[in-house]
Structure formats: structure tokens, C-alpha cells
């Protein structure tokens, strides 16, 4: 017994079967999601057990400040830690003149009307240095299925009017994909969204005015490759 097999399907169709080639892009503009903060806590001191003791209780104030706002702030994060011995600039010898203490802080908030409070409330803290927010989307938000839904249908409406033009009606699907999800290029992470403010407050003798933090809008893009068969065309 013969066993016969299908021929495969020419990559670039056939006279009578022609294949149409055409990209769907989306572009969509989104309120954020998610807001972030950095906190920077620092001291100084001429021996190393003060440095550490006040780091200590400066860190612990910036802690509880941030729990304070309980839901609204989703996550909290401490970073890097270091402590560092600044060095006389002259004489002989290694003389410790001072040490200084740094702490490393991210919270995220997804309540972005306690947002300028928290962030001004930390930022009149002693030696305490607020960088953000950087606003973004959460990984599984619905803006970006809706952006590659959005942008499957372009190419269909594109792939359609290709074959009108022709006089012809397309028939199958017969490829969808990523943008360049065949010659995948290593990910490259992107700075993160959203206009930096940079604050470093010491002791006040009233408490600083909430800050108005508008969100900033979130562009979410999406791209796709498409090949569809189509009827003979009618030249």
C-alpha cells in the first residue's frame, strides 16, 4: 500500500489561492494603575552605633507613616541598606571622620487620592528624600487585551480592503502572530512611565500642603502579523 501525503502549503499562495500579508497596530491611552514611590532615609553621625540608631528610628517613622494609610498603599518594599565611613581628606592614616546611613524604600499605591499626602507627609520627615511617582499598568490589565483585541481587528479591516480592491473576498486565516515573535529580540525593560519629582524635606514647624499629583495617562500599544487567503481576484 502507497501511503501519499499532502503537499505543503506554498508560503506565498497561488493563482488560485492568493495569500494576503498585512500588520494590525493599536494605540491606546489608559488612566494608570498603580502609582510608586521611592524613600530614601539618611543619617549621620561621628560614630558608628549614633548613625545606625537613628537610621533605625527614622526608618521605623517612615514604616509607620506608610502603614498608616493601610489599603491604599498596596506594597511596601525596603531596598538597598548601607552604612559608610567618610574619611578625613587630610593627614596620614585611615581617619574615620564620619558614617553615614542610607535606607532604600519603594511603596506602591493603587488609592492615588491618599497619594500626595503620604508623599508629602514623607517627604517633611527628617533627612528623608521622596523620588516618583511612576505611574503604570499592572501586567494583567484589561488595556492590554483590549489594545490586541483592537489591534486583531485592524489587520482583518486592513486584509479586507486589499482583497476589495482586487475584487476578491478573503477566505481563511492562515497566519496570526506578535510583532516579531519570529525573530524574537532579547527583552530590554523599559524606564519606567511617568514624570519624576524629586523632594527632600527636613523638620518643619507646620505640616506641609497635600501635593496635587495629576496621574499620568499610559500609552499601551499592541501589534500583530496576519495572513489570510482570499478568493481569485478579478483583474
Known sequence: MTTTHDAPHPPYGTPDTPRVAVR???????????ARIGITV???GTDRRTAL???????????????????AVEKTETGAFSIT???????????IRAYHGRVHITAELTDFTALGELTTRLADLELTHVDGPWWSLRPTSPAHGEARRQAVLEAVQRAREYAAALGADLTALVELADEGAENA???????????????AFTDAETAAPPLDLEPQRQTVRAQVNARFTMTPPRL
Request: charged fraction near 30%.
Open 42 to 44: 539618611s543619617a549621620r
Open 185 to 199: 529580540m532579547p527583552f530590554t525593560a523599559a524606564a519606567p512611565a511617568g514624570a519624576v519629582r524629586s523632594m
Open 53 to 71: 540608631e537613628d537610621l533605625t528610628r527614622r526608618n521605623n517613622a517612615a514604616l509607620e507613616l506608610i502603614k498608616t494609610y493601610g489599603e
Open 85 to 95: 565611613p567618610e574619611l578625613t581628606r587630610h593627614g596620614h592614616g585611615e581617619r
Open 24 to 34: 494590525g497596530e493599536a494605540l491606546l491611552e489608559v488612566d494608570p494603575e498603580i
